[in-house]
């Protein structure tokens, strides 16, 4: 059915004549819609990655990425890289094995003692009990102790409740000059172990040992004489 004069037709060319009702038409947006909301669904999802498996094929896939562009860039390619990261590997292990485990700087310094008085022969005592069980780390504690009470019991340092073990070190080297560099180490050992959060080993409590026996018998040296006073020659004068 037309209009006269040939214009366009009235009704679509898909309503034929004989149809009862117009072909079911519907626009485009909402059909776009439509479509969206059904495949919202859960059962077209059943199959997709979890959360973690996309992060994780997203970081594969950045890794990936990045592993190519260095091998482009690095001479010799994939296997140029892969030498360089081994020679980077290395270098970090033979640094680490060098250097050890950083040291922990402790806020404060505590001191070397605690509130109970006890003799040299009994800090050696103990720092032997715990070096026989392999208790390094308590031993080495124990025999620093030993070493300074040692130097009080003998006049060669004052009594001083709160001294740590580089106070002790240093005025230990004042009369001892020969071990200064001895005693500072051993300082720096006690307070590693006691308080930078290092282990000791056998080797660290022989050293500290060590060094204990010969103080035991080293020759404190004399203080100078005040200036003015004689110095007295060997018939009894005074020095020139």
Known sequence: MGRAGGGPALLPAMWRAGEDTPPLTVPRDPARGAARRELTKPMYHQDDPSLLQRVLDAFWDWLDRLLGAASSAAPGGTAGLVVILLA???????????LGTPRRTPASVPALFDDRPRSAAEHRSAAAAHAARGHWNTAVQERMRALVRALE????LDPRPGRTADEAAAEAARPLPGHASRLHAAARDFDDVAYGGRTADEATYRRLADLDEDLAHARPQLAA??????????????AG
């Not at 270098?91 to 094995?97: K, P, Q, R």
């Not at 019991?153 to 060669?156: K, S």
């Not at 004489?225 to 005074?238: F, I």
């Open 153 to 156: 019991e003998r006049a060669l």
């Open 225 to 238: 004489s005040a200036p003015g006073t004689p110095h007295h020659g060997p018939r009894g004068g005074a």
């Open 88 to 98: 980077v590997l290395a270098l970090l292990a033979a640094l680490w094995w060098r």
